[in-house]
């Protein structure tokens, strides 16, 4: 999850790459994704708001579970 602008409620959700969904065993593989892949991440958040829009956060977020 981006947190675009930290003055707006700017988000963009990213489950996909490549058409495979995104999922991680381990909070440690989603951050080790976010570090080897942050040059395309970031410009794909770029690509949605524009080259001057910073980036607060880029996060990853657990699955809920159905119960």
């Not at 593989?29 to 395309?40: F, M, P, R, T």
Request: aromatic share 10%; with cysteine; glycine share 4%.
């Amino acid at each position: 999850m981006f947190l675009i602008n930290p003055t707006a409620d700017n988000v963009l959700n990213i489950e996909k790459k490549d058409g495979k969904v995104l999922e991680f065993r381990t909070l440690e593989q989603c951050y080790e994704h976010i570090y080897d892949n942050l040059g395309a991440l970031r410009a794909f958040a770029f690509s949605q708001f524009g080259p001057n829009t910073p980036i607060k956060v880029i996060d990853c977020i657990r699955k809920r579970t159905q119960v």
